[in-house]
Structures are given as structure tokens and as C-alpha cells.
């Protein structure tokens, strides 16, 4: 039986508070699966990691994340470290993670829970049963691009450059990944940009045609300017199947995309990278989309369900383990439907509970499942 290497990465807020419930979930898969058992470590990363090494991540850790089988990440950032140098803010240690690990790939379900369609912003007719899955580009773009700088003119004003920089390679391979996971959806891709303003756009426009052509003819695929698409997603999001787009679009639709499911607390994401090619392994992080929500941390309040979601997402991407996986979701599903709820998604006649209460009726669930 393998073993498998995890990696957990708390970092800020309530990032602490879930993944420790997700540690309780591993320690249930590490008594009942049969196929396989998870070895775990724990490090700092973000503000927590700044506080005591004076960086967002230590090189150690980085080492620790290279040799994992996977990280399982919290969340980072909070008004404690609003004054950090830019270089050490906690952020930064998410996005050498991402960089360092080649995780190029961030695959964000927007999926609207049938017991929570009325706790979205949209009417329930539009998003019942909405399951989206957006793809962001995870590793190039703006995020990354040089010059990324602010210089100081000789008049003395400021000058702030970020660059968007795309070529054909990272545009393909992200191209791939939307129309491999469309294949095992409902078949259609959405690729959004701004052609119409940006060189970045016309390329990927370009480079995305060509690959469905040679690699995915029976895909069906879209192209959506992206601010069409974000006004597209509060209209009539469920035209859409798979979204494929860039790094910063990516960032910005899929938080739009969570909210409108009424379940930004329940939604896991997963960020992978090219696959070995001797082993076939990928590198491989988990996380929330949600961030650590400083001002419920440490308070027993948080919604952990997003996090051990994206545990469920580690079993299904990283380990082929894909009925587990689906005892994860059916146990989060079941747990709902009896009406347990934490804060950020309480309504009328509901019973609140906090984090560890919904973690442990989560296990109760999961244990009757794999019963
Ligand atoms: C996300 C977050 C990050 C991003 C931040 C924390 C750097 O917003 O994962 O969507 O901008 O990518
Ligand atoms: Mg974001």
C-alpha cells in the first residue's frame, strides 16, 4: 500500500482552524481506506511564517513542498502584516509556491450546493444546480511578468509598471488542461480574454484556436471577452461549463463565479503542475478559495468545508482515489441537508454550529458512508 506525503500549510486566520479538521478527516482515511496512507507535516507559511523567520515562506519549507505528494494550504494574509515589505508579505509565500512548484494549472469548481441555492445573491432559478469549473493560468501573466517595479521619475512622480506576458507553450498547456476536464464534463469550453485591448489577448486567442483544432475538435469551444464573461456569470451563469482564461481574469471571475453559488465558504480549488514524465506524478497544492477571514479567526466560527473539499480534491487529482473522494463530497452534502450551518452560510431554520462541530458532523457522515 503506498504512502503518500502531505504537506499542511495553515498559514493565517482561519486557514489554522480548518486544516485542522481536515487533519481529522485524513486520520479517518488513514484508518478506513484501504489503498492507500497519508504521512502528514505541518509548516508556516504567510504572516505566521513572517512572524517568526521574517519571510512568507522559509526555504526549508519550499523543500518540504518539493518533496510532498501534495500541499494541503490554509489561507494567508491579514491587516496584521498591511505594512510588511511588499517582498515578505504573506502573500508572497503563496505565489513562490505556485511559482516554484510549476503549478501552472488552478482548476476552481463554482458549484452551487442544492441546499444553499437560496443563500446566493442571484435567484434561485439561476444557479440551482450550477456546477462550473473555471480554469485559471496559474504561473504566468501579470503576476509574473518584468519589469514589475515603481520608479521614481526625475519630475519625482512615480511610475508603476506591472507586466502581462503570455507565450505559445503556457497558453497551450493551459489550453489542454480546459479541454481534457471539458471532455469529462459537459463538453464545452468558454476561453475568455481581451483581444480586442491586449496583445496577451490576440495571442491567446490565437494559440487556444489552434490547439482546440489540432488537439480537441469535439470540444465545443467559445471565445468571451472577459468582461463580457464576468457580466455573463451574474446573467445566465449556467450557459457557461468550462471557463479557461488568464492569470488575473482568472483571479477576478473566479471569485465572482464562487459568490454567485451563495457558497464562497464551500469552495476547494486545486493547483496542479506538469506531469512527470517518468513518474507521471504532478506537483500538486490544495487550497480554499476562500481567504483567512481575519476578523472571524481564531473564534470557532469558520466554515471548514472548503478546505477538507479541497482535500477531496487531493484524494481525486493527486492519489486516484476517487470513490473516497466522492465519500468526501457525499458526507458534505449530507451533513447540509440535515441542516447544519456554519455562520457564513446560516439561514431562517437552519441550526448554526462552529468549526469543529460541522467537522465532526462531517465524520460522522463519512463513517456511515464508508460504513
Ligand atoms: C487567490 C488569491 C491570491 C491571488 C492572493 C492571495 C495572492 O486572491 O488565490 O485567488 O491573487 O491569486
Ligand atoms: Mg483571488
Redesign the pocket.
Known sequence: MPTYRLLLLPGDGIGVETIAEVERVIAFFNKTAKGAKFETETDLVGGAAFDKHGVALTDEAMAKAQGADAVIFGA??GPKWDQVPYAVRP?AG??ALRKHLGLFANLRPAICYPALADASSLKRELVEGLDIMIVRELTGGVYFGEPKEIVVLEDGQKRAVDTQVYTTHEIERIARVAFDLARKRSNKVHSAEKRNVMRTGVLWNEVVTATHKAYAPDVKLEHILADNCAMQLVRNPKQFDVIVTDNLFG?VL?DEAAMTTGSLGMLPSASLGAADPKTGKRKALYEPVH?SAPDIAGKGLANPIATIASFGMALRYSFAMGKEADLVEKAIAKTLDQGLRTADIMQPGMRQVGTSEMGSAILKELGKLAG
Open positions: 494567508v494574509g502573500e503563496l505565489l483571479d473566479s481567504g
